[in-house]
């Protein structure tokens, strides 16, 4: 008979509600993620076990305590840091939402979590979280490139031809705002500032445009000439508060610092990333790379701007250290 | 007188018999028996004279005397007196007379005297006759034949016979005594005997006594060997070599003739060539049906495999003598060499490239594919912004589409298969020439900011303000539902279009019609609303044209070179002859100075063109025709399309520098599109700003990689 392993296991949780001892606890080898679990619910004395999952060294335990130290040849004298969280389980498809068109974009209103969708065919549409239509408009004859809720009754869309719409959702419709007049390339992306009053847009005329929501308006005639009919068309119309350049290739995505309203990250086809000051409307920082960024997002956490680009490759950079981004 | 003549015939018979040994012999007898043999000699004379006495009296009586007084000389040679050693006694020098010496003596012939004797007398010359005198004396004295005249004395000596003999013997290269005896035993004066008494006094030197130096040496040396190991001692010489070896060891036929090529070896029977092969190897009926209809040389055995029970019942072979003749024939006719195998390296052979990791950027994967098309895409361009492509299918529509996100934005029909497409590279206008049939169309695809399709519909207004239409070429306004498709202006040739090239500033373009001889290339000029022929000629079937990028040059590449024409003095200005069949395509450098040449021999040609009229490089790694090549705008980088479906991308760096050579390395292949109908990639293009390329293929679609 061999005798049991144990080894000693400390548990450690980011989440305050699940406090524990730090003081070591001998734990049998064989035991793996639910044994763990059991003993985590008699720690905690919770009368409904919570299901919990545990990380070591960052990555999850899918094997039992044996296999694993086997695995990483690690020693059963020492400690072993534990650190669990709540189980959770991988998200499943609820319903889905069929469109005629390409979508180019979807946007979650914050409070009654409409989905808002801008799509090739020129529609923005906004649809309720069961499925259901709820209201759709079109005014320009071009792709919709990118939309945005401004906030929960307001949302603002950009075309491939230049032109940015700005709708209010009143009930169930879409009633146009104003639409934003400017930029001399496609709309491609839009990004909605923390504290509401202002947004700017990213364009392929290599400039970023910021607008200010809360000034009113000209009307301006904005016929179409080349439409046959010579209708006129009184539309407000507003012209941009700042007008950003320095890419030097077509801007394909921004985005506000959560936490900063007077600082935006930009990505572009000119494989840079720079940071803005909108109060001196100036780029502080540029860094580089060899690839053109399609998609860039930012993490309010670590502070760590992410970039998708075109060879499928993803990259983190950090704006504090102006570095090389590190590929993933 | 008679007694005298019989004389001489006697003289002369006897001369010739002269036996020196005969006479040598009785000398050496008579010498032998000096002492007592005399009388009896004498007595055999006289008895032999007595015998002869009654036959010729006078004549044996002459010869006696001439006998008896050889006799005497002989007797008086050997018989030679002792010399008594006493002053006077050689007398050797009495005999001369004259004292003059050796010299010329032709210096006394104006002189009666011929010299002096002993005591300084003149010796006056002998009398001398003439010629006639001579002769007579000659033909009198019976020893003339053996006289010598002796200029010194100035008289005739007559020589006895034993200095005849002396004479006879110096001829016949012998030594001229007769008793000198070359070969006498040598007396041992130094030998190796030990003598009581030695000629030589002298000590026995000091280096018999003391050890040999050299020989210490030598044990030096091969003790030294024995200490490093060199030597090994008592160890037997493994190598023996034999002492007797095969002679008939090595007879095989390759070393009888030299340079010998053994025939190729027959490929040994298999299996199936058996009287009686396992049933496996049988062929089924299906498949005897599949080799009767075979084509005889695409069958693989020119034999039906059958079973036999016993090998008697093996028929005969028909085909036997007729496939001993093919054998003998191909031995016969096949040309054999010896394969030189070249000791190299084959490493260092190959030219030292730089890593394609190290010239990054170049496009490796496949990002977006374009798929809207019902057939074939033959050609596509991209506009100068790197925003939309136009393509055109032959399933008669011209498309746009978005290049970030792969999107068809807009579809024109056309009425007959567009040919090619091409965006003008103005960025202030926003134009695309399109070829279909005999039509070029103008499309304004309006999708530029407000600002560029205002300029562009200014150009077309002023190109119609211009138009004048007088040459075969006529410019046409299109319907209005045509114009509502962004159609501009209509421009209708002669014959059908297949390739078109703008000029750089936008404003000009050449169209090429290759069946429209002298009318095959056509430049049109948009903003004066005219088209102008610049060739008078026929320059060949004309595959494509390309204006230089920076001069007024107009590269023309016909079916099999490439003429350089400056458009500015009407000259040609070059002409590059690639060496190939077939021009399929042609792109230029963005620096002006280095071309490519795709072509249907499944080539690529590189040329310098400050260099020379033949291509710098050739590329030959596509295995099907090559169908476009493409420079990248600002990337060293170019690619090329084939009909194998591929897409090469090559680095070709062009240096500033004049004397370095273009740098070309081959990057990647990137498997592009799907043949079909024996058709692949139709033509690839670069992305104006970033290192993507962009390929349109038979399989319906056009592909990025990035």
Known sequence: MTEERKVQVSFYSRQSKYAVTDAPILVPTKLKRFGLSEIINHLLGLDDPIPFDFIINGKFLRVSLDNYLNAHSLSTENTLKIEFVELSLPPSESSTIIQDDWISSVKIQKSNTHILTGSFDSYVRIWTQSGSLLTSTADGDSPIKCVEWLNDETVVAGNLQR???????????????????????????????????????????????????????????????????????????????????????????????????????????????????????????????????????????????MTGHVDGSIRLWDPRTKGNPHLI | MGKRKNLKEVEEEEFPEIDINEEFDEGDIESEDEATGDEKEYKDVDDQVEDLDTEVDSQASDIYEDFEEKRVRVLR???????????????????????VGNIPMEWYNDYPHIGYDVNGNKIMRPAQGDDLDKFLSTMDDKNAWRSVYDKLEGKNIVLNKEELEMLKRIQQHQFPETMYDPYEPTVEWFSGNTEVMPLSGAHEPKRRFIPSKLEASKIMKIAKAIRAGLIVPGKKKTADKPKFYDIWSNTGEENTLKNHIPAPKLKLPEHNESYNPPSEYLLTKGEEKEWEEMDPEDRPHNFLPKKHSTLRHVGAYKRFIQERFERCLDLYLCPRTI??????????????????????????????????????????????????????????????????????????KVDEIPMAAAWSPSKSVSLIAVATGEKVILLNPGLASQEVTETTEQVIATAWENVKNTGAVKWEKPTAAEISNGHSIHIVLPKAVTSIAWHRRGDYFATVSPDANSAAVQIHQISKGSTQNPFKKSKGLVQKVIFHPTKPFLFVATQRSVKVYNLVKQELVKKLMPGCKWISSIDIHPAGDNLIIGT????????????????????????????????????????????????????????????????IVPLKTLSAHERVESLGALDCQWHPIQPWIFSSGADNTIKMFV
């Open chain 2, 339 to 412: 394969k030189q195998k070249l000791d190299i390296d084959p490493e260092s052979l190959i030219p030292k490239l730089p890593s394609p990791k190290d010239l990054k950027p170049f496009p490796t994967k496949l990002s977006i594919t374009y798929k809207g098309h019902s057939a074939k895409v033959r050609s596509f361009s991209l506009d100068p912004t790197g925003q939309w492509i136009v393509s055109c299918g032959d399933d008669k529509t011209v498309r746009i589409w978005e290049i970030a996100t792969g999107r068809n934005l807009k579809t024109v």
């Open chain 1, 163 to 305: 032109e940015i719409y700005v709708y209010d959702l009143d009930g169930e419709s879409l009633n146009l705002s104003y639409t934003c007049i400017g930029h001399e390339g496609g709309i491609e992306s839009i990004a909605n500032s923390p504290n509401k009053d202002h947004f700017a847009t990213a364009s392929w005329d290599k400039t970023i445009r910021l607008w200010s929501h809360l000034e009113d308006g000209e009307a301006v005639n904005v016929a179409k000439k080349s439409k046959k009919k010579q209708k006129t068309n009184f539309q407000t119309v507003k012209n941009h508060k700042i007008c950003l350049e320095g890419h030097s290739g077509a801007v394909s995505s921004i985005k506000f610092d959560p936490h900063d309203a007077n600082t935006l990250y930009s990505g572009s086809w000119d494989h840079s990333v720079r940071v803005w000051d909108l109060n001196e409307e100036l780029n502080t920082t540029t860094m580089n790379c060899e690839k053109v960024i399609g998609c860039m997002g930012y993490l309010p956490e670590s502070k760590v701007i």
């Open chain 2, 600 to 663: 249907y021999d499944k080539r690529i040609h590189w040329f310098d063109m400050d260099l020379s009229a033949k291509p710098y490089k050739t590329l030959r790694y596509h295995k099907e025709a090559v169908r476009q090549v493409a420079y990248h705008k600002r990337y060293p980088l170019f690619a090329s399309s084939s009909d194998d479906g591929s897409v090469l991308l090559f680095h070709g760096m062009v240096y500033n520098d004049l004397m370095q050579n273009p740098l």
């Open chain 2, 77 to 99: 040679r050997k018989q030679l007196p002792e010399i008594d050693p006493v002053y006077d006694s050689d007398t050797s020098d009495e005999e001369l007379h004259n004292t």
